[in-house]
């Protein structure tokens, strides 16, 4: 029985008439992700770069996901042609790879999404649920329509390159990283620093110029409201772990005493 395939989050950009918002989704929990999938969001972000995540729960999150009207992102931890491709195979069709800075590293990522000869992607579409195990009809030689790629700025060099960067066919669109690229400016935490936001907004107008959406990371939300004033079409503005954490802050702060010293009073 021939199967279809999801529209990408690059098909979802560009019928959008808003800014889509979205989640990072850290846990490596699929029950949590399907909660998340579930709360009216656009897109979810998956994390391999700083969360608990391998292929096995990248695939359990996916499929969890699958059942509601939202769009997850699987963010690689690196730009390796292998994880790229075992990311690939195993269903996510959209991908986010951190830390590109130049043309060249857009280049090799590009590379490995696409198969031969475009690109380097290894075949294996029979063995995996990329292709619904070949129940996707042309699936090698529609690939591309199948998957959308992203790629981080997140460096000084990479907000210089960006024009570049976001001009090399196949990649559908930029995500600027406030946090690495505070660290990369030597502000490291602050996100909002004036020189961060002005250069996040420099590769806004470059990427823009190219003719791709760009997106940022803002969980303070009068930055995402700037951001998206700016011409940010899509924005994370929170994650599950911090959620948590703050709500369960919340809760103790409101039903467990403290001392003098503001330390939990004993029991």
Not at 88 to 101: I, K, T
Not at 144 to 173: K, Y
Not at 222 to 247: I, K, N, P
Request: proline share 6%.
């Amino acid at each position: 029985m021939p199967l279809r395939l999801t529209p990408t989050f690059r098909d979802a950009l560009a019928g959008a008439d808003r800014p889509l918002a979205g989640m990072w989704v850290c846990t490596g929990s699929p029950l949590v992700a399907e909660i998340c999938a579930g709360a009216g969001l656009d897109w979810l972000l998956i994390d391999m770069e700083h969360s608990p995540n391998g292929l096995e729960s990248v695939l359990a999150q996916v499929q969890a996901v699958a059942a509601y009207p939202v769009t997850p992102v699987v963010r690689v931890p690196i730009g390796d042609v292998v994880t790229i491709k075992q990311v690939l195979d195993l269903g996510a069709q959209n991908l986010l790879v951190p830390m590109v800075s130049s043309r060249a590293d857009a280049e090799a990522v590009v590379a490995a999404v696409r198969y031969p000869p475009r690109g380097t992607r290894g075949v294996g579409s029979a063995l995996a649920r990329s292709a619904r195990w070949n129940r996707v009809d042309g699936y090698l030689q529609d690939a591309d329509a199948h998957v959308s790629l992203f790629v981080q700025i997140e460096t000084t060099a990479g907000v210089e390159a960006a024009a570049e960067i976001a001009a090399v066919d196949g990649v559908d669109g930029v995500f600027v990283g406030p946090s690495d690229l505070a660290a990369s400016m030597g502000v490291l935490g602050r996100q909002t620093h004036p020189d961060v936001v002005a250069a996040a907004l420099r590769a806004f107008d470059a990427v823009r110029a190219a003719g791709k959406p760009v997106g940022v990371n803002a969980f303070d939300p009068a930055a995402a409201d700037a951001y998206v004033e700016a011409g940010a079409g899509f924005v994370l503005v929170g994650a599950d772990v911090a959620l948590l954490a703050r709500g369960s802050e919340a809760l103790a702060a409101r039903f467990v005493p403290t001392d003098a010293s503001g330390e939990r009073a004993s029991y």
